[in-house]
């Protein structure tokens, strides 16, 4: 598959130069989505391999003994690959005519939190199921949009979803849900995308673009390839409630280092944060993981190596991360106070992904409704 070194400057022909110079801007706070969806419409790559482009932003998440993440099946729909860390014996959620997106372990590991579909039906669920018994209950199900979800503890999920803007137009808020409760709206931001949400310590962090009440590292010259932004926040979180403590009306991104920066991940202690970053010295649309702490001050990176990388997850003073080649998965490992790195191969052909076991679920139907 080509490599596209996406500069303005060498697009020459004809009208592709205002073409581009579109893309860039309504594209700034989804970049790698944006590329991926652009770079599998101009290089022919069949549509199962843009979906796993998609895909790997989709969701991964580690514990102790395991990882998990979403995997594209053909025909628009996704399951979710969990293999065993010690093992490497690989199981699939793959419910028949759902579609399956933004899988999380709690802390402990003892619960999976994901989002899932029905193929032709409007009613999105949240569920969270027993990872030793794989009994799930449905939290909470809403026709709209619906992404991120987290285990906090104490019977308590957050997410993402949809609300009404005054203008009549979407917007997006995280929101918090208890089994057999509605849930509560946690934040007013009414962003335009808000994704990935994450908790550690007293902290919950995300990434979150296209609103008023969320300020923006400025471009000084209009050259988003050249400009240094961030769309990490992050507020003060009380877990023992699921409460936000400093609400502001007004979000500044927590800090800005070079580059640009999104899908922000925290440690269990909330001292660190692993985030997507833009790798200038190739092209703009590939994204290293760096891990700083909550100043902005760098400590790690892992360079990206295939195609694309997923957002990360911290397991004690590890930091874990999926990286997507042309046939393959790899999850990498590195303590980083060892610095020692270990990883594991998948392939992710349709052939492997049948011949895996499937995890069969029993689902609880009892949630609230939106």
Not at 187 to 194: D, F, I, K, Q, V
Not at 295 to 312: H, K, M, P, Y
Request: aromatic share 8%.
């Amino acid at each position: 598959m080509r490599k596209l070194n996406y500069s303005i400057n060498a697009v020459v022909v004809g009208g592709l130069v205002a073409a581009a110079a579109w893309w860039f801007s309504s594209c700034q706070s989804q970049m790698q989505k944006c590329y991926a969806s652009f770079r599998g419409a101009i290089s022919g790559v069949d549509r199962l391999a843009q979906a796993r482009q998609l895909s790997i932003l989709g969701g991964f998440t580690a514990s102790t003994r395991m990882v998990a993440f979403q995997v594209p099946l053909g025909d628009e729909v996704d399951g979710i690959v969990l293999l065993d860390r010690v093992s490497d014996a690989g199981r699939l959620i793959a419910t028949n005519s759902y579609t399956h997106w933004s899988p999380r372990f709690s802390m402990d590991g003892e619960r999976l939190v994901f989002a899932r579909q029905m193929v032709g039906s409007e009613d999105r669920e949240l569920l969270s199921c027993e990872t030793i018994t794989w009994h799930c209950s449905v939290l909470f199900r809403t026709k709209a949009a619906l992404s991120s979800p987290v285990d906090v503890q104490n019977g308590n999920v957050i997410f993402s979803t949809t609300v009404q803007r005054a203008n009549g137009s979407r917007g997006v808020d995280v929101f918090v849900v208890r089994k057999g409760q509605m849930p509560v709206r946690l934040t007013n931001y009414e962003a335009s995308m808000l994704s990935p949400i994450s908790v550690g310590g007293n902290k919950i962090a995300f990434s979150a673009g296209g609103s008023r009440s969320l300020e923006s590292s400025p471009c000084v010259d209009g050259n988003i390839l050249r400009c240094d932004m961030s769309e990490i926040y992050v507020l003060e979180f009380d877990p023992s409630t699921a409460t936000i403590l400093n609400r502001s009306t007004t979000l500044a991104p927590r800090f800005t280092v070079a580059g640009y920066s999104t899908m922000p991940i925290l440690s269990g202690d909330g001292k660190r944060v692993a985030f997507l970053n833009t790798n200038r010295k190739e092209s703009p649309h590939r994204y290293n993981m760096v891990v700083a702490d909550l100043d902005g001050v760098v400590r790690d990176e892992i360079a990206v190596e295939g195609l694309a990388l997923s957002s990360g997850a911290f397991v004690g003073n590890s930091l874990l991360v999926n990286e997507l080649f042309e046939d393959h998965y790899r999850i990498r490992s590195v303590d980083l106070v060892s610095k020692r790195v270990t990883s594991m191969r998948v392939e992710h052909s349709p052939e492997y992904l049948r011949a895996i076991e499937p995890i069969i679920l029993a689902v609880d139907e009892s949630p609230a409704m939106r």
